[in-house]
């Protein structure tokens, strides 16, 4: 069964740092598009990163330069490094994963909050 | 990045009732388009991917159609379990995935 189980979330101070973790159960992570969405309180999707099969990684401009999306093979696990947390990096953010370029999430995890605010 | 916008942002309908939806990219997506529904404290749910394939384990009254920069999802016959808010997504090239506005379906 295809699970995929997020944490790392909570409270940051702005300008603090925290590392999401989305570890993966059912199939292998390296195989796969993964993606890291967040939603902002009562807001719309947000794709913040995308990492390819091929170790292709992409951020949106609202993270560059501050989130790094990334995976570890031998733990089946997917992360974002975030740092200089800002205020309007609270959110809910969820990771979900494609088998290939394509198809769309067809599998999400739960969410994990994070909430920047001195 | 391709901008994605959705139509309407809200909808109120009844049960039965055939309900459209349309979201239209700024530049041509082909058919890389996905439609996702998302009920409240929960995350996304893939209804159709390219366009117009349906999702396993998705009801058939959901349907997608579209090419380009227009793409329409459609519920035949609205149901209680739809009220939900629905977003479109590109994912040409699979980078800089975005999604619509979203749509809230009220019944």
């Known amino acids: 069964e295809v699970q995929l189980v997020e944490s790392g979330g909570g409270l940051i101070q702005p300008g603090g740092s925290l590392r999401l973790s989305c570890a993966a159960s059912g199939f292998t992570v390296s195989s796969n598009y993964m993606t890291w969405v967040r939603q902002a309180p009562g807001k719309g999707l947000e794709c913040v990163s995308v990492i390819h099969s091929d170790g292709y990684t992409y951020h949106a401009d609202s993270v560059k330069g501050r989130f790094t999306i990334s995976r570890d093979n031998s733990k089946n696990t997917l992360y974002l490094q975030m740092n200089n947390l800002r205020a309007e990096d609270t959110a809910m953010y969820y990771c979900?994963?494609?088998?290939?370029?394509?198809?769309?999430?067809?599998?999400w995890g739960q969410g994990t909050l994070v909430t920047v605010s001195s | 990045d391709i901008q994605m916008t959705q139509s309407p942002s809200t909808l109120s309908a009844s049960v039965g009732d055939r309900v459209t939806i349309t979201c239209r990219a700024s530049q041509s997506i082909s058919s890389w388009l996905a439609w996702y529904q998302q009920k409240s404290g929960k995350a996304p749910r893939l209804l159709i991917y390219k366009a117009s394939t349906l999702e396993g384990g998705v009801p058939s009254r959901f349907s997608g159609s579209g090419s380009g920069t227009e793409f329409t999802l459609t519920i035949s016959s609205l149901q209680p379990d739809d009220s939900a808010t629905y977003y479109c997504q590109q994912y040409k090239s699979y980078l800089g995935l975005t999604f619509g506005g979203g749509t809230k379906v009220e019944i």
């Open positions: 979900g994963r494609a088998p290939s370029a394509s198809y769309g999430s067809d599998y």
